[in-house]
């Protein structure tokens, strides 16, 4: 990515790191009028949902940079506060994610539920309960922050229009993955190749990478065909980013990543990674093991390594690599439409993207 100096990229990360600091501080003194409960869920958020990568914002700022140089600081401002709103989409998004699939770690740390879960002074049933509760009205309250950010822009009304759009079709579309993840885990949707995939590109690509690329288009006030483009090519890289996700989680180093190692074996993930294990002689002996929430450590290598062996693991590092190129494919295409900083922000993207271990 970056197709500014480093001195210029740690200073727009340091300043939306500061801004969702100041988000948080200002949240927690409002909410202290509505007693110590609101207050903790409050604190707790702002330990457990921060301390990210910013892919989102910071890609947002750089593409923004890439297409409009130069511009004045009060567009900056404009373009920093809507960065800090994706990252408080993004917050959002993990809180409710969390809740559905029972996740009680984040980043090698307990999340927001599992720190609330630690704390209750209650039995199991009723911590539990109190906790995922606390996940859904906190994912509530930083998307309606989110809105609030949107509808506030100070931009003119054609922008402003085109913006509170694209955070609804992003949205909608997350939603929409997320209703057929949960079908693919519970039985009630086929678990075919290209349902997943589809599944996969709505629930993370459009919000991760097509979102910040169609907003940077935008807020420089670039031609419709350069905002498609990049829609297109934001498609294929974040499908990739998933996907590589998906590997990590079944093949990946903990210590590199930060999730919960096999946490999507052990809840029986309907990833690419299974779909083509299914259609392998592998597949029973994976299938009596996977799914399992009580899973060992030597199951869970177990499964990992029959994975390996099937095939399934280099079938979905295949997948990424189309993704890729077809992104690279895209780029090189546009080469008379796309300012050359912003086919040099892309084209770093993909480097970064090519082999990530975190």
Not at 139 to 165: E, I, T
Not at 172 to 196: K, N, Y
Request: net charge negative.
């Amino acid at each position: 990515m970056n197709a500014l100096p480093h001195d210029q990229w740690d200073w727009h990360r340091d300043e939306v790191e500061q801004q969702l600091t100041e988000f948080f501080e200002a949240g927690g003194e409002r909410v202290g009028a509505y007693g110590p409960a609101f207050q903790r869920l409050w604190s707790l958020a702002a330990q457990t949902v921060t301390g990210g990568k910013l892919v989102r914002p910071l890609l947002l700022i750089d593409a923004w940079h890439a297409l409009a140089p130069a511009r004045p600081r009060r567009e900056l401002q404009v373009v920093l506060d809507l960065a800090v709103a994706l990252e408080l989409l993004h917050y959002a998004f993990l809180l409710h994610d969390d809740v559905i699939d029972g996740d009680v770690l984040r980043r090698g740390r307990p999340n927001l539920i599992g720190a609330l879960r630690g704390e209750a002074s209650a039995a199991e049933e009723a911590a539990a309960h109190w906790a995922h509760s606390g996940g859904i009205l906190m994912g509530d309250l930083l998307l309606s922050s989110a809105h609030q950010v949107f509808a506030r822009a100070d931009l003119p009304r054609d922008q402003h229009l085109q913006l509170l759009d694209l955070l609804d079709h992003t949205i909608t579309e997350s939603v929409a993955g997320e209703l057929v993840d949960v079908g693919l885990a519970d039985g009630v949707i086929a678990p075919e190749l290209s349902t997943i995939l589809a599944m996969t590109s709505h629930k993370t690509a459009t919000y991760t990478f097509e979102l910040p690329l169609r907003m940077a288009a935008v807020l420089a006030g670039s031609r419709p065909g350069i905002e498609g483009r990049l829609g297109a090519v934001g498609r294929h890289l974040g499908l990739a980013f998933q996907l590589q996700d998906d590997l990590l989680s079944a093949f990946g180093d903990p210590r590199c990543h930060g999730k919960d190692r096999w946490s999507d074996l052990r809840e029986g993930k309907q990833t690419a990674i299974i779909a083509h294990a299914r259609r392998t002689a592998a597949w029973p002996d994976i299938e009596d093991l996977l799914g399992r929430p009580g899973m060992s450590l030597d199951q869970a290598r177990q499964v990992s390594e029959m994975l390996v062996e099937c095939g399934s693991k280099t079938f979905v590092e295949q997948l990424v690599e189309g993704q890729l190129q077809a992104a690279q494919a895209l780029v090189s295409a546009g080469e008379q439409e796309l300012p050359p900083a912003m086919r040099r922000c892309l084209l770093g993207l993909l480097e970064q993207l090519r082999g990530r271990q975190s």
